[in-house]
């Protein structure tokens, strides 16, 4: 890409239906996958369409994700021309429950987008499952001409998506924005393409509304904007729930999902290496269908679950349909059916914890049960 | 600069002809082991763990992937501004170059690397042991004899002394005799290739063995017989734990067999002494709805449909449905086909194995399969 295109994530919100597990860190640094946490999938697919200039909208309780990524460096963004920007959101103990692009938390970044003579600007969320290469999106965001570009993905009508919803033209632009519609198709990804010097107008313009999300601000303004769309055609996790969360992550026994989201030589999902041994399964495991991390020690029996990097489990234990953090331990003949266990949630041997589909028992950290 | 107590010079410029097909394209010391693992990452991490940021790593024989693998020596902790880890190949000087004709010449074209740090000792490895040592202890007991050298030793059974160089010492240490694989040995203490000079004595006897025609430039053959002769003070340490040289197919399947069965042999689960490597960019493994795999060892990256029983199978290896892979080892990036029959293999790395094809080797025999293919 001959244009120069520099992005930001906002990783300032958090959500009140996950229970324990967002007590102390936002929905971006929620671990997924075995090894993995939400913002990989920002960082990566920016990382992946050459942008070497990111941004990240931190949220208060910061702790968790600024542990995770550091300086940048698993994403190619340990530089000393650009890289790595981790910036506080706008208010100490303020993380909005939706809002993605909350305006003030996007003001406090005016610097951002001032230093830099980029071209544009990929403005994304951080708590999406997806692999997208924003290389095709920048080509089509410049020759349309537009301020910004939308992406946006069709899911069946009906569906109880949370979010906002586009009604496009035939042109490919935008006529009105609606947020959570059920009988809209053109689901919005939590992400746009932007000029950077009309998003530094956009601030100006709209200051006086900082305390709205900037895709509201285009909702109610719509008479004055012009937005083009970009349909994106892959997987689209969307994690808003505990319910989600399982499904999401199950995901990833999928061949299809799994072969374009995490298998893309092209486009690897980066995350920050840990170094753990290889995992052990030992004379009597019996492991299906799964995905397990580096480090795990295993002797019982693991169906259908996510399993992250040094959990143990123990003889005749029984896992199904569940997701345990790293560092978790399961006693021998545990049976855990539709769990949660976040980090280091130590499990005696004999318990029986079982969740339903609909709802999932969650485990907060450090729990012994 | 802060002035280094001890520096390491890590040998990996070998062939390691002995290990057949594993090396025709890669240095021994970058050959894949336990799955994850490169033979290299057990002594960088224990200069790690030892507290020693300096390294040297001369290189010789086909450096593509270790020179890769090892890079800045970020994966080992090693990238500090006042030291880390240097890849040393032969070079040219005034007078044309030189290839290092052995492993005390190897370390003489590097003496004005090692003079830049001006370290009082240099710790010598080999880059292809697999061991768990804290050099710390070594260099105290080296300090507190203020030898000029102390060699690192482990006690073999005597029947197989004679395989070894042994080193004969009085009550304190001190060593009195060094013979070369004896055919009557009086001690059971083998070298293990581990040395901690006082770099002015190094430094000297380096520059006068170089001088000497007759010399085959050898630490074990030249260095030390000399340096016991002039009567210099030479020490053991005496090492108790696992230690392997994985000179051969059998000892290098031996030795990871020993990895995955019994912690007690190399515990690469445990935090003291902590393992390195480079190879953590793959995704967790997935393991297929009929997959059956019992007492093995898989890494991330790794896909497994069929069935493997009693293997390890390296990062981003594959095992198509209906195969079975048993007391085998497969490689990084290997991929086993549908319905495949592998058994006592070590199945070479990124090597492709069709559909339906069977590689078993009987009981008690080992073999290595296919040509390794570079990949990054």
Redesign the interface.
């Known amino acids: 890409m001959k244009s120069k295109t520099i992005g930001l994530i906002s990783a300032n919100y958090s959500s009140t239906e996950f229970g324990d597990l967002l007590d102390n860190r936002s929905l971006a640094s929620l671990p997924y996958?075995?090894?993995y946490r939400l913002i990989d999938f920002a960082l990566s697919n920016m990382s992946n369409s050459g942008i070497t200039t990111v941004g990240v909208i931190a949220p208060y309780n910061s702790g968790s994700l600024v542990d995770h990524i550091g300086i940048g460096t698993p994403w190619s963004l340990g530089r000393k021309n650009g890289g790595l920007f981790v910036m506080p959101g706008s208010a100490y103990g303020l993380q909005s429950m939706g809002s993605r692009f909350l305006l003030r938390d996007i003001i406090k970044c005016k610097d951002f987008f001032e230093k830099d003579d980029a071209d544009y600007v990929v403005m994304a969320g951080s708590s999406d499952v997806w692999n997208i290469d924003f290389g095709p999106v920048i080509e089509q965001h410049e020759k349309s001409g537009k301020p910004i570009t939308m992406i946006y993905k069709k899911v069946p009508r009906g569906e109880d998506y949370y979010g906002f919803f586009l009604n496009i033209d035939e042109d490919g632009k935008v006529e009105s924005i609606q947020e959570e519609g059920f009988s809209w198709s053109n689901y919005f990804t939590d992400c746009f393409i932007v000029d950077r010097e009309y998003m530094i107008d956009f601030m100006s313009w709209y200051g006086t509304l900082e305390y709205m999300d900037a895709v509201q601000i285009m909702r109610d303004n719509m008479d004055t904007m012009d937005i083009d769309t970009y349909e994106f055609k892959g997987y689209l996790g969307k994690i808003k729930n505990p319910v989600d969360f399982i499904e999401v992550n199950q995901c990833?026994?999928d061949y299809d999902i799994?072969n374009e989201v995490?298998?893309n030589p092209e486009r690897?999902?980066?995350t920050k290496?840990?170094?753990e041994?290889?995992?052990?399964?030992?004379?009597?495991?019996?492991?299906?269908?799964?995905?397990?991390?580096?480090?795990c020690?295993i002797e019982g029996r693991v169906e259908n679950s996510i399993i992250f990097r040094s959990v143990n489990i123990g003889k005749k234990a029984v896992i199904k349909n569940s997701v345990i953090m790293m560092h978790g331990e399961v006693g021998d003949g545990a049976v855990l059916d539709r769990v949660i266990a976040d980090k280091y949630v130590q499990i005696t041997g004999g318990v029986k914890i079982y969740g339903t589909k609909d709802a999932p028992v969650v485990i907060g950290k450090n729990k012994k049960i | 600069m802060k002035k280094k107590k001890c520096i390491a010079m890590l040998l990996a410029g070998g062939q390691g002809s002995r290990l057949g097909k594993l090396t025709t394209n890669i240095a021994k010391p970058a050959v894949s082991f336990?799955?994850?693992y490169r033979i290299i990452d057990f002594g960088l991490s224990n200069c790690t763990n030892s507290g020693i940021d300096t390294v040297g790593v001369l290189v010789q024989y086909k450096p593509l992937i270790l020179n890769r693998y090892v890079g800045t020596g970020a994966?080992w902790d090693m990238a500090v501004t006042d030291g880390g880890v240097h890849i040393l190949p032969p070079f040219a000087g005034e007078t044309g170059g030189e290839w290092y004709e052995g492993t005390a010449d190897a370390i003489y074209h590097n003496i004005d690397f090692i003079d830049m740090y001006n370290p009082e000792n240099v710790l010598i490895l080999s880059g292809d042991h697999i061991y768990k040592m804290d050099y710390n202890l070594m260099l105290n007991e080296h300090l507190d004899n203020n030898a000029d050298l102390t060699v690192s030793v482990i006690e073999v059974p005597w029947e197989e002394a004679s395989r070894f160089g042994i080193m004969t010492t009085d009550d304190k240490g001190r060593i009195t005799k060094f013979s070369e694989k004896p055919k009557k040995p009086d001690s059971n203490l083998a070298s293990m290739g581990i040395y901690i000079f006082k770099w002015k004595a190094l430094r000297k006897a380096l520059l006068e063995d170089h001088e000497n025609d007759k010399s085959s430039h050898d630490f074990g053959n030249d260095v030390i017989p000399k340096m016991l002769n002039e009567k210099k003070k030479l020490f053991v340490y005496r090492f108790e734990g696992y230690w392997r040289d994985v000179g051969t197919v059998k000892s290098y399947y031996d030795s990871q067999m020993d990895l995955?069965d019994d912690m007690e042999n190399i515990n690469?689960?445990t935090k003291d002494m902590?393992?390195?490597?480079n190879s953590?960019?793959y995704?967790?493994?997935?393991?297929?709805?009929?997959?059956?795999?019992?007492?093995?060892?898989?890494?991330?990256g790794c896909t497994v449909y069929g069935t493997?029983k009693h293997s390890?199978?390296g990062s981003g290896a594959v095992v198509g449905d209906g195969a079975v892979i048993e007391d085998s080892i497969v490689l990084p990036n290997a991929i086993i086909g549908r319905n495949c029959k592998i058994k006592n293999t070590i199945v070479n790395e990124g090597v492709i194995i069709e559909d339906n094809l069977e590689v078993i080797n009987e009981d008690g025999e080992v073999a290595v399969y296919g040509r390794a293919k570079l990949s990054i």
């Open positions: 996958g075995g090894r990833m026994t799994r995490f298998c690897p999902i980066l290496p840990q170094d041994a290889p995992v052990l399964h030992q004379a009597d495991a019996d492991v299906r269908n799964s995905i397990i991390s580096a480090g020690r | 336990g799955g994850k994966s995955m690469v689960f902590k393992v390195f490597s953590n960019f995704h967790p493994q997935f393991l297929g709805p009929n997959a059956n795999i019992n007492s093995s060892l898989i890494c991330n493997v390890i199978l």
